[in-house]
């Protein structure tokens, strides 16, 4: 039998694959089941957010410990969900468990700063060479600290925004996110769609909407609407659509084409901060945006959130033009945990332990696809890593589009009842490894890509 993309009897064996999986993956999950039920009594859902609604059902966690989680039923997972990107430190790392041991019994928030927030400050401002920062709770709260700066400092309304990139879920944001192809307009002229309901059309119509890795269109942008952006922002590294990478030149092209307009880039680096490496993308294609917003992995699995600016941008926060605000900013046991993780967990060694890892995976994938004549890119930077699920190179979301999401749900599900957790959406997102991760976990991984191509291939 052919490859289970094609139209036809290969497609009806890809769902029928699915639907097997599907069964297995619920038979072993009756707690998770139950747990399901009861939560959508109190829990709206049935979840606490809305991206952990699973199919064929949400999985239900009592504990992670080094490389490992478990479920309710007591099932062992390698883990390579990540926590949507946090868990690079792993779970429970010792240092990050002294760290917050020892911040709790001394009082976990004040609302004033502690020192530990100086000490991360400094440590940020040298790993990403932007010299001024603050601190927020979540993602969110840092890409929109951002576009209020970028505004601010501008006195400008438009926003550009890569279609594809997920920034968070503030207004300006969530336009364009993961539009469908009927609803995204023509690749070269993209159509502004709000990436949820309750995003006002207003703000939607401040957002200029471009594709990934074309400079051309963020140039045309700035020349229709001149004296009117503020700025731009971007995951450098895109990696809410797999992982795209940048094309050489792009980071460069499109900061020197917003500062001759006076308007200024930021660097959303909330997924791609210390994962890609201990100074972000900033630091890997050697690009320093005006403001960079760091999230997930810098609290070591406590919330925290970081922006960091030139001195110029951060000016405004320093002399109150703009107050960058928050009660829980700069949380001492956020602070704690961050210190420690950047001090302590992300290290050199660290750093190339998890490089070492990486590049093992990616080698062992590449082969086991090759074996079964799957043609399709293993991506990797830093510690992540995707299949692409398609025969050509991935640039933006249109070429993102092409690929069929069942080969994706298909092979998160195989990981899931071969003992790896992955992140539900497989196309969107699939592994991150951690500084605590060992041949093994690897190992397991590639085993049942190994399965899942088999299944393919009928
Ligand atoms: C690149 C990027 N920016 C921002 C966010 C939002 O972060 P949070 O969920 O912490 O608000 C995410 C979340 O996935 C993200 O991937």
Same mark, same amino acid.
């Given at each position: 039998?052919?490859?289970?993309?094609?139209?036809?009897?290969g497609?009806?064996?890809?769902?029928?694959?699915i639907?097997?999986?599907?069964?297995?993956?619920?038979?072993?999950?009756?707690?998770?089941?139950?747990?399901?039920?009861r939560a959508?009594?109190?829990?709206?859902?049935?979840?606490?957010?809305?991206?952990?609604?699973?199919?064929?059902?949400?999985?239900?966690?009592?504990?992670g410990?080094?490389?490992?989680?478990?479920? +309710? %039923?007591g099932t062992?997972? !390698?883990?390579?969900?990540?926590?949507?990107? =946090?868990s690079? /430190?792993?779970h429970? *790392? #010792?240092?990050?468990?002294?760290?917050?041991q020892?911040?709790?019994?001394?009082?976990?928030?004040?609302?004033?700063p502690?020192?530990?927030a100086?000490?991360?400050?400094?440590?940020?401002?040298?790993?990403?060479?932007?010299?001024?920062?603050?601190?927020?709770?979540?993602?969110?709260?840092?890409?929109?600290?951002?576009?209020?700066?970028?505004?601010?400092?501008?006195?400008r309304?438009?926003?550009?925004?890569?279609?594809?990139?997920?920034?968070?879920?503030?207004?300006?944001?969530?336009?364009?996110?993961?539009?469908?192809?009927?609803?995204?307009?023509?690749?070269?002229?993209?159509?502004?769609?709000?990436?949820?309901?309750?995003?006002?059309?207003?703000? +939607? %119509?401040?957002?200029a909407v !471009?594709?990934?890795?074309d400079?051309?269109? =963020?140039?045309? /942008?700035?020349?229709? *609407? #001149?004296?009117?952006?503020?700025?731009?922002?971007v995951?450098?590294?895109?990696?809410?659509?797999?992982?795209?990478?940048?094309?050489?030149?792009?980071?460069?092209?499109?900061?020197?084409?917003?500062?001759?307009?006076?308007?200024?880039?930021?660097?959303?680096?909330?997924?791609?901060?210390?994962?890609?490496?201990?100074?972000?993308?900033?630091?890997?294609?050697?690009?320093?945006?005006?403001?960079?917003?760091?999230?997930?992995?810098?609290?070591?699995?406590?919330?925290?959130?970081a922006?960091?600016?030139?001195?110029?941008?951060?000016?405004?926060?320093?002399?109150?033009?703009?107050?960058?605000?928050?009660?829980?900013?700069?949380?001492?046991?956020?602070?704690?945990?961050?210190?420690?993780?950047?001090?302590?967990?992300l290290?050199?060694?660290?750093?190339?332990?998890?490089?070492?890892?990486?590049?093992?995976?990616?080698?062992?994938?590449?082969?086991?696809?090759?074996?079964?004549?799957?043609?399709?890119?293993?991506?990797?930077?830093?510690?992540?890593?995707?299949?692409s699920?398609?025969?050509r190179?991935?640039r933006?979301?249109?070429?993102?589009?092409?690929?069929?999401?069942?080969?994706?749900?298909?092979?998160?599900?195989?990981?899931?009842?071969?003992?790896?957790?992955?992140?539900?959406?497989?196309?969107?997102?699939?592994?991150?490894?951690?500084?605590q991760?060992?041949?093994?976990?690897?190992?397991?991984f590639?085993?049942?890509?190994?399965?899942?191509?088999?299944?393919?291939?009928?």
């Amino acid at each position: 039998m052919g490859l289970a993309t094609a139209t036809g009897p290969g497609m009806l064996a890809l769902d029928e694959q699915i639907a097997r999986q599907e069964a297995v993956f619920l038979d072993r999950q009756p707690r998770s089941a139950e747990l399901v039920q009861r939560a959508r009594r109190s829990l709206a859902g049935g979840a606490t957010s809305s991206w952990q609604i699973a199919q064929p059902q949400a999985v239900w966690l009592t504990h992670g410990r080094g490389s490992r989680v478990w479920d +309710v %039923d007591g099932t062992e997972y !390698v883990d390579l969900h990540g926590g949507y990107g =946090v868990s690079l /430190v792993g779970h429970a *790392h #010792p240092a990050v468990v002294r760290a917050v041991q020892d911040r709790v019994v001394r009082g976990t928030h004040f609302a004033q700063p502690t020192e530990d927030a100086v000490v991360v400050a400094e440590e940020l401002a040298r790993r990403f060479g932007l010299p001024l920062w603050r601190f927020g709770n979540s993602g969110t709260e840092a890409t929109m600290d951002a576009v209020h700066l970028m505004r601010a400092a501008t006195g400008r309304d438009l926003v550009i925004k890569v279609e594809g990139c997920y920034h968070g879920h503030h207004d300006s944001v969530e336009v364009s996110v993961l539009p469908e192809a009927e609803e995204a307009g023509p690749a070269d002229r993209p159509a502004a769609v709000p990436g949820n309901t309750g995003i006002p059309q207003a703000v +939607v %119509d401040l957002v200029a909407v !471009v594709g990934f890795n074309d400079v051309e269109m =963020v140039a045309r /942008v700035l020349r229709e *609407h #001149p004296g009117q952006v503020a700025g731009m922002i971007v995951e450098p590294v895109m990696m809410n659509a797999g992982i795209i990478p940048p094309a050489p030149g792009y980071l460069a092209a499109v900061r020197d084409l917003l500062h001759a307009d006076g308007a200024l880039l930021t660097f959303d680096e909330v997924k791609t901060g210390l994962t890609v490496g201990p100074g972000g993308a900033t630091r890997h294609y050697g690009v320093t945006p005006d403001i960079v917003c760091l999230a997930k992995a810098l609290g070591g699995g406590v919330p925290v959130a970081a922006i960091g600016g030139t001195a110029e941008v951060m000016a405004l926060v320093a002399d109150g033009r703009y107050e960058q605000v928050g009660t829980f900013n700069g949380n001492p046991l956020s602070m704690a945990a961050a210190r420690a993780t950047l001090l302590e967990a992300l290290t050199p060694a660290a750093y190339e332990r998890v490089e070492r890892l990486r590049d093992r995976m990616q080698r062992d994938v590449t082969a086991v696809l090759a074996e079964h004549g799957l043609p399709w890119e293993v991506v990797t930077i830093g510690a992540k890593g995707c299949i692409s699920f398609l025969d050509r190179p991935v640039r933006n979301l249109r070429d993102f589009h092409a690929i069929d999401a069942r080969l994706g749900h298909l092979h998160w599900l195989v990981q899931h009842n071969g003992g790896v957790f992955l992140p539900p959406w497989g196309k969107v997102e699939q592994w991150l490894l951690s500084v605590q991760h060992e041949e093994d976990d690897a190992d397991r991984f590639v085993a049942n890509v190994a399965t899942f191509a088999a299944l393919l291939r009928g």
